[in-house]
């Protein structure tokens, strides 16, 4: 089976604590399904389901103690690892970067997944946000930098408004300071309006963004995406599910790939939108890409990812090797 790459995981913090206590307790989780019906049915798509996502929270955050903690983090490296992931990048709010002990509490859960699945790697990222007040984010940066003499991979920037062009000063100083401290720098943008695009792709230090989606209708944006080397983390379940695109045959992936601009995929909130990293690339597949063409998808993902040279030579022999084995099958 070839190797997955996930670059764009949400930890989904209630989600999964609801999904750890109710194995705990025997009890039946949440119903995302049903919570899915109604989002697609009732919710305009768009910045308002967008908005409805954190709206729901099953679990309280008091039940999230380190050993839930460690427990919901092995759950959603195990859904990934299980669903042929060979590596997962998971996003977590600045809180919980900043709880103690996070992350050794984060190499544990790491650990104990790749007790069953031993190729498989994970790094954290930190998802700062932009509109928080001074105090509080000067302290989300200090804590991503303290974090990253520990193994912290990056940083995700949130910012609003997120549809429409955004003031990027702060933006800026914060990716320069989190890729002096050597941090990746990945940011959301173009996922419902092409705004903010070009400004983010501009900023010294990102080499990715997420989605991105709405850059593919315009040939100026793939032309300065491609130029720039930058990685787009598409996630087209996510993108289905708030209404980024009327439909998957309608998704523009393959203006990306004809574009020159690296492809790497993403679960972005899986739990909530039902979906794995096998179910990602197989809509990749629906979409017409080649197996040589998924492969290179993995590829992308392992030389965007945030993590060590030594992590990422043994993932893309892994890539290689499941190839080579798949050539002689
Ligand atoms: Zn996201």
């Not at 004809?258 to 794995?276: E, I, K, R």
Request: hydrophobic share 45%; glycine share 6%.
């Amino acid at each position: 089976m070839l190797p997955k790459a996930d670059l764009h995981l949400h930890q989904e913090w209630s989600p999964r604590l609801d999904r750890v206590l109710a194995r705990r307790h025997h009890r039946a989780p949440f119903d995302w399904g049903a919570w899915r019906r109604t989002l697609t049915t009732e919710v305009s798509p768009g910045m308002a389901r967008l908005q409805h996502l954190t709206r729901t929270q099953p679990a309280p955050a008091d039940a999230d103690t380190d050993d839930a903690f460690v427990d919901r983090v092995a759950d959603a490296l195990t859904d990934s690892a299980a669903a042929g992931g060979c590596y997962a990048e998971v996003r977590f709010s600045e809180e919980t970067v900043r709880r103690p002990r996070f992350m050794p509490l984060f190499r544990r859960a790491e650990q104990a997944v790749r007790q069953e699945f031993p190729d498989f790697h994970a790094e954290p990222v930190a998802s700062l946000v932009m509109w928080h007040e001074r105090q509080r984010l000067r302290r989300a940066v200090n804590a991503c930098r303290r974090a990253a003499d520990e193994g912290l991979a990056g940083v995700d920037l949130l910012y609003v408004p997120y549809a429409e062009e955004a003031d990027w000063r702060v933006g800026r100083a914060v990716a320069a300071e989190a890729a002096s401290a050597g941090l990746g720098v990945t940011v959301h943008a173009g996922e419902f309006s092409p705004a903010n695009i070009a400004a983010v792709a501009s900023i010294d230090g990102v080499s990715r963004i997420g989605h991105a989606t709405h850059a593919a209708y315009d040939p100026k944006l793939l032309r300065l995406l491609a130029d720039r080397g930058i990685t787009v983390e598409v996630c087209l379940t996510a993108n289905l599910v708030l209404g980024s695109v009327p439909s998957l045959a309608e998704h523009p992936l393959r203006a990306f790939l004809d574009a020159g601009v690296p492809v790497a995929l993403g679960t972005d909130n899986p739990v909530q939108f039902g979906t794995s990293i096998d179910r990602e690339y197989g809509q990749a597949a629906q979409l017409g890409l080649s197996a040589g063409e998924l492969s290179d998808l993995t590829r992308n993902g392992v030389r965007a990812a945030f993590t060590s040279q030594q992590r990422r030579d043994a993932l893309m022999a892994l890539v290689d090797g499941s190839e080579r084995a798949s050539r002689l099958a």
